[in-house]
């Protein structure tokens, strides 16, 4: 285990480690105020001298016990019908017989009235009066007989009539006596007699059922309903005279002055934990540069937890004010929708968790960061934020319409307007904070978005200014390089801002020497005629070393810095290197010597650089171009650059290029299309109307 740990440890390093760590507390800091605030001392009986808000939606626990346990006791005892009442009795009612029977064997014959009530009230145990036990006691057995059967039939059709509970036994007792009275029997000894024994026999024929008495219970207590207590609701005003109630309240939200809450505390730092660690994994999956390089896992985390701090802040005044899309719109700029909108939804679980924010501005505030998110995915001028503004506020109204329409009545709620009012408010943040902050982080964390891009393609730029006016021919075969590059990237899903922009910049390198460059040769003498092919070589692969050296002098980004350093690779200087060949035939030069130092190209957008940069080239010295001329040179080169292996490391799938090459053959055919030649003389004469 411990192994495990030190490998762990030396894979994340520990600048990133600390970063996570102090990330970490930062989470658990923040989520910390959503569930511990502000403390009171109060007792029962005492007044509060303050308004006690809720600080977030909870269950009120005391008053929902209370209503269960009121619940409960309202349920009466649930009766069933005891089928052995019947036989109960008819075993009692012989039992009464089988005494007297013996009774009549114990007694002598000449036994007293006196001395036969005495052994009857011991024995048989029926209180009777004494010259009516006298008569049951000479009855002979076939009589007794009778009267059992009798008392069995009279007990069970009583019991067949109606049911009695053991509360209802005295009710039972009187229908049994009035349904022997009923029988009309010849001597009234025999009816008191039987009477007395289904009084003293009578048993009931219904139960408690314990199982279906708790059923009915457990079905009172789930129709019981939870008492919600909002989060910013009063629960003690002020002047208000605590109850008991009111301090179990508090007490279930931690208010009470001195009182520990460890279960919260660990829940906020595993939710802290949690959200961590679903951040990273979401990040290493989606976008695992931010794991392999620290600065834009810096800046990651510092955008997490820094819009986890203002939604915390603006949930003060409204959970409708959260701008949970400004992150989206931030990192959308940054690098990539879908990692903003990933982190998006894992702050918008974070403050359900530890908020308790309405579940019903939580889809609000997603639906929001998911427009926001793709309406800046592009970037490409600056009125697209404008609409940006418009599309987030338009997908808040609608989705805060949709829900009270589907769960309320159609009139407005009370806060109807008030929530479309932060809902637009919540819009114009969403994009002027990333405005304002992206500056920042772009100079903080060296990391380039789409406005700091489009600010680099201005032609004003220095750079782009010196080549326009020490360079034009390399100024000019940038602007159709950025061209290709860009429609190249668009046929492929690759960043084609970015791609642009570097195309721009791929050849400042030239600015060192422009003359030594055909693309710069006007009416003069080729330099290149008086030097050796070796020599040449070095002159011109030396604009990768010289462009990345005016990179970092003019403090370019440094993901420029790619375009410059890779657009050639370590591709061969074919014309010097055949030239050289034909010089020494008897002793062939190294094409080591003759190619550029690279690298090659590491992703999509700089190999797509390196395809354009070569096909422009060749396209432009054709002569007689026609669109098939055209396409099988763009494919012949695609081809040649391939089999070089110089896209080996760029991720370009067969498909890609196939995808570029057409682009390339589309975007060649307009830029060095066929002009109609004009008749001798026309083209003066239309050059003197201009």
């Known amino acids: 285990m411990t192994r495990r740990l030190r490998s762990l440890y030396r894979a994340i390093g520990p600048q990133r480690l600390l970063a996570l760590l102090i990330s970490f507390l930062a989470i658990s800091l923040i989520l910390f105020t959503g569930l511990f605030t502000s403390q009171v001392s109060l007792r029962a009986g005492q007044t509060s001298t303050r308004d006690i808000y809720a600080p977030r939606r909870e269950v009120n626990q005391p008053l929902y016990e209370a209503l ?23 075993q009692k009612i012989a039992k009464i017989f089988t005494a007297v029977t ?7 014959a000449n036994a007293s009235a006196s001395a036969t009530q005495a052994a009857w009230t011991e024995q048989v145990a029926i209180s009777l009066p004494q010259a009516d036990i006298v008569q ?26 109606a049911n009695y509970q053991p509360a209802q036994i005295t009710a039972e007792r009187d229908a049994l006596a009035l349904g022997v009275e009923s029988l009309g029997l010849p001597q009234a000894a025999d009816t008191y007699f039987l009477t007395a024994v289904e009084r003293a026999s009578a048993t009931p024929n219904m139960h408690v059922s314990t199982s279906e008495t708790a059923r009915a219970v457990q079905q009172a207590l789930a129709s019981v309903p939870q008492p919600i207590i909002e989060q910013g609701q009063l ?28 279960p919260a505390a660990a829940g906020a730092l595993l939710m802290a934990l949690g959200g961590l660690g679903a951040l990273i994994a979401y990040v290493y999956r989606f976008f695992r540069q931010g794991m392999g390089d620290e600065r834009h896992l810096y800046l990651l985390l510092s955008v997490f937890v820094g819009e986890l701090l203002l939604a915390r802040i603006t949930l003060i005044v409204s959970p409708d004010l959260i701008p949970l899309a400004a992150m989206t719109v931030l990192v959308a700029m940054l690098y990539d929708a879908r990692v903003g909108l990933g982190m998006a939804v894992l702050i918008a679980l974070l403050l359900q968790a530890a908020f308790g924010i309405d579940p019903h501005a939580g889809v609000v505030l997603v639906a929001q960061a998911f427009v926001g998110a793709l309406a800046v995915q592009r970037l490409s001028d600056r009125s697209q934020l404008l609409r940006a503004v418009l599309y987030i506020a338009g997908m808040g109204l609608a989705a805060n319409g949709v829900l009270l329409l589907a769960g309320a009545p159609y009139a407005p709620t009370p806060g109807f307007w008030g929530q479309m009012g932060w809902i637009v408010v919540n819009a114009a943040l969403s994009v002027a904070i990333p405005l304002a902050v992206a500056p920042l982080f772009e100079n903080s964390f060296g990391v380039l978005t789409s406005l700091r891009l489009l600010e680099l393609s201005a032609p004003d730029q220095p750079l782009l200014r010196r080549l326009l006016l020490e360079a034009p021919g390399t100024y000019y075969h940038s602007l159709i390089v950025s061209n290709l590059t860009g429609a190249g990237c668009d046929a492929i899903g690759a960043q084609s801002l970015l791609a642009r922009v570097g195309a721009f910049y791929h050849d400042i390198g030239k600015l060192r020497r422009p003359y030594f460059f055909i693309d710069n040769q006007t009416d003069m003498e080729n330099p290149h005629d008086k030097l050796s092919p070796m020599l040449s070589t070095l002159v011109i692969t030396a604009h990768v070393k010289d462009g990345l050296e005016m990179a970092k002098e003019y403090r ?4 420029l810095w790619q375009f410059i350093g890779e657009h050639h690779g370590t591709t061969l200087v074919q014309y010097f290197f055949q030239k050289a060949v034909d010089q020494h035939p008897e002793t062939p030069p190294r094409e080591e010597d003759f190619r550029y130092e690279g ?58 290029l196939d995808l570029i090459s057409k682009a390339f053959v589309r975007v060649l055919g307009a830029v060095h299309h066929t002009r109609v030649e004009y008749p001798e003389g026309l083209e003066d004469l239309l050059r003197r109307q201009r």
């Not at 049951?136 to 067949?160: E, M, T, Y």
């Not at 629960?235 to 001195?258: M, N, P």
């Not at 002569?623 to 099988?632: F, S």
């Open 556 to 559: 370019l980004p440094t993901e």
């Open 68 to 90: 269960r346990q009121q619940a409960a006791r309202s349920v009466k005892p649930v009766y069933v019908t005891d089928q052995t009442a019947p036989t109960q009795m008819q």
């Open 102 to 108: 013996q009774l009549q064997a114990a007694l002598p």
């Open 235 to 262: 629960i003690v005003a002020s002047g208000q005279k605590v109850t008991q109630s009111d301090i179990a309240l508090l007490r279930q939200y931690g208010l009470l002055h001195g009182q520990s809450n460890w």
């Open 136 to 161: 049951i006691v000479k009855l002979n057995a076939s009589d007794l007989g009778n009267l059992q059967r009798l008392a069995i039939a009279v007990a069970g059709h009583v019991l067949a009539q």
């Open 599 to 656: 690298p090659k190209p590491q992703s999509r957008e700089t190999a797509v650089l390196m395809l354009a940069d070569t096909c422009e080239a060749a396209v432009r010295a054709m002569r007689g171009r026609t669109t098939q001329g055209v396409e099988a040179t763009v494919r012949r080169l695609v081809h040649e650059r391939l089999a070089d292996g110089q896209l080996d490391q760029s991720d370009l799938t067969l498909r890609d």
